[in-house]
């Protein structure tokens, strides 16, 4: 649930200078400029231990053996592969290469590339010809619809597999992505169990460089790949490094717009403010689904 709300800027105190009456010198503490190192870093060792084991245990209460993930090529996906081989050794962690037409080739051969340095099983279906196909019903379809599409059908495929290896689908979709609603819901959203998810952006790649995923990988710019040319960060409006010390004072610290700025400042009001809409319009995809509630005295008069 995200609070909205927040504590009140601390007044200046009773005894304003210039009041009249005996005269102590007063010193003006004006508010800490915080580098994003102090609040946003992680310890990568403990960080990979807890979340090996939170794996195991969650496979364990299902009676599971195998875990099922997309493999991307890209860094969220990546680190789940790492985490996984460390959970349940190579053979019992499946990554799942699924592009799409306009998946770029780099993208493609940076997934085979973790599938081969992991020694994982991995898998690749081409989800080009079941999308076109249904979409040459709706030629006006946008890139958006295109792209919830396939994300969509990425994630069946996925839960098809994990009920043919006797899996479970691990989701890599991180913190700051689900703070700002960018996944598509029933997509890359619908993950069973998502050890990430606590995880800013920005300490994902503190884990990852910790866990020694390739250079390439970490290097290159995050993007869902939907459409050609997309980036997380020109589609978002901000980069990472920008709204995650931002969505840390407001989830985490239940700060005010006014506080973080006075916490941020080199970030512009207007990056602050553009963030917190951002995860207010998105609050839906936060919650569960609706079930109806019928009074007893509807239910059974």
Known sequence: MVRTGGSQPSGTGSNPVGAIGTFEKTEIIQPKEVNMKEILNINPEKVRDFLVEFLRDELKKANKEVAIFGMSGGVDSTVIGYLCKIAFGRSNTCGIILPYKNTPKISVDHAYLVGRTLGIRYLRFNVTPQID????????????????????????????????????????????????????????????????????????????????????????????????????????????RESDPILYYYIEKNMTPDEISNQLRDIKKEIIYKVIEQVRKTDFKRKPPKIAKIPEEIKYS
């Open 133 to 240: 196909y249904y979409f040459k019903n709706f030629p006006q379809a946008d890139k958006i619809r295109i792209g919830n599409k396939i994300a969509r059908e990425r994630m069946s495929i996925l839960y098809d597999l994990s009920y043919h290896f006797g899996g479970i689908v691990i989701g890599s979709s991180n913190k700051s992505e689900i703070y700002l609603g960018y996944g598509t819901l029933f997509g890359d959203l619908a993950w069973l169990i998502n050890p990430i998810g606590d995880l800013f952006k920005t300490e994902i790649y503190q884990l990852a460089e910790f866990l020694g995923v390739p250079q390439e990988i970490l290097q290159k710019k995050p993007s869902a790949e939907l459409w050609e040319g997309q980036t997380d960060e020109d589609e978002l409006g901000f980069t990472y």
